[in-house]
């Protein structure tokens, strides 16, 4: 099933899985991480998929706040971008 958020509802999503996001594995993360990359970086330009990648490449359970907060940024600069 196909559903289209805007980047609010991403934000948001991505916050309210802080805690459940920190529970991870190593391994489990990494799949969650995986996972993540896959459904959004075909969405995004490839200056932003840089950001995504070294985002996610350098994070661990143990800094999912850091994760979710730089993940936040670069959906902020996504949408500027777009918009203008």
Same mark, same amino acid.
């Given at each position: 099933?196909?559903?289209? !958020?805007? @980047?609010?509802? $991403?934000?948001?999503?991505?916050?309210?899985?802080?805690? !459940?996001?920190?529970? $991870? @594995? &190593?391994?489990? =993360?990494? $799949? =969650?991480?995986? %996972?993540?990359? %896959?459904? /959004?970086?075909?969405?995004? @330009?490839?200056? /932003?998929? =840089?950001? !995504?990648?070294?985002? /996610? &490449?350098? @994070?661990?359970?143990?800094?999912?706040? *850091?994760?979710?907060? *730089? $993940?936040?940024?670069?959906?902020? &600069?996504?949408?500027?971008?777009?918009?203008?």
């Amino acid at each position: 099933m196909d559903q289209k !958020i805007d @980047s609010n509802q $991403l934000k948001d999503r991505l916050v309210k899985m802080i805690k !459940i996001l920190k529970d $991870l @594995s &190593e391994e489990e =993360f990494g $799949l =969650f991480k995986g %996972w993540f990359k %896959w459904i /959004l970086k075909p969405r995004i @330009s490839e200056e /932003l998929r =840089f950001k !995504i990648d070294d985002i /996610l &490449e350098k @994070s661990r359970p143990t800094e999912v706040e *850091n994760m979710v907060y *730089n $993940l936040a940024n670069t959906i902020d &600069e996504m949408t500027q971008k777009a918009m203008v």
